[in-house]
T-cell receptor, first 116, second 114 residues
Framework: DQQVKQNSPSLSVQEGRISILNCDYT??????FLWYKKYPAEGPTFLIS?????DKNEDGRFTVFLNKSAKHLSLHIVPSQPGDSAVYFC???????????????FGQGTILTVHP | ETGVTQSPTHLIKTRGQQVTLRCSSQ?????VSWYQQALGQGPQFIFQ???????GRGNFPPRFSGLQFPNYSSELNVNALELDDSALYLC?????????????FGSGTRLTVV
């Protein structure tokens, strides 16, 4: 049972345009969400997070939107740069206890390619 | 400030053998988690250690076991290796329990079982 899903295995975007990566979840206990970026031969690197008490969080070129009723979150990268080309993972957790406390449940990842 | 270091970076084992993977957590971090990432998949939670005690375990059989030491470094042991155990094993450390403290990941150990 895949509790966190990234339905797009890959995304190709032109430099300077917006990249939108999507993620859906099913577990109502998830109340904290994170995005990680991963380059080959490196571990995942934290990008941005959002708590379920917010619907948007912004950090420079990166913005994460959370739609709790739809159990959907998205990561917007504006403007996209070639150095953003990597695998992006969304992850979900619970801050309020339960079996998901302190544990990250990841999606399958989306390969983003930004063309110059 | 050093990050999370994992050793070895790669290894090849034969089915049925045992393996130990090692992780040095980031300075000041007392929580370590281990994840398995199969090819084309996202990382899957194996277990987590907080101050030398196991604190949460994912859907992995008992032949996956771990330890955390007083200096908060950690080991992942896998017994009776199977071909499906071939994966990238990631270690992540955190300042404390709770995802809001953030996790720093190591570069992983690539295990191949033949």
């Amino acid at each position: 049972d895949q509790q966190v899903k990234q339905n797009s295995p890959s995304l190709s975007v032109q430099e300077g345009r917006i990249s939108i990566l999507n993620c859906d979840y099913t577990n109502s206990m998830f109340d904290y969400f994170l995005w990680y970026k991963k380059y080959p031969a490196e571990g995942p690197t934290f990008l941005i997070s959002i708590s379920s008490i917010k619907d948007k969080n912004e950090d420079g070129r990166f913005t994460v939107f959370l739609n709790k009723s739809a159990k959907h979150l998205s990561l917007h990268i504006v403007p996209s740069q070639p150095g953003d080309s990597a695998v992006y993972f969304c992850a979900a957790s619970s801050l309020s206890g339960g079996t998901s406390y302190g544990k990250l449940t990841f999606g399958q990842g989306t390969i983003l390619t930004v063309h110059p | 400030e050093t990050g999370v270091t994992q050793s070895p970076t790669h290894l090849i084992k034969t089915r049925g053998q045992q393996v130990t993977l090692r992780c040095s957590s980031q300075s000041g971090h007392n929580t370590v988690s281990w994840y398995q990432q199969a090819l084309g998949q996202g990382p899957q939670f194996i277990f987590q250690y907080y101050r030398e005690e196991e604190n949460g375990r994912g859907n992995f059989p008992p032949r996956f076991s771990g330890l955390q030491f007083p200096n908060y470094s950690s080991e992942l042991n896998v017994n009776a290796l199977e071909l499906d155990d071939s994966a990238l094993y990631l270690c992540a450390s955190s300042l404390a329990l709770g995802s809001n403290y953030g996790y720093t990941f190591g570069s992983g150990t690539r295990l191949t079982v033949v």
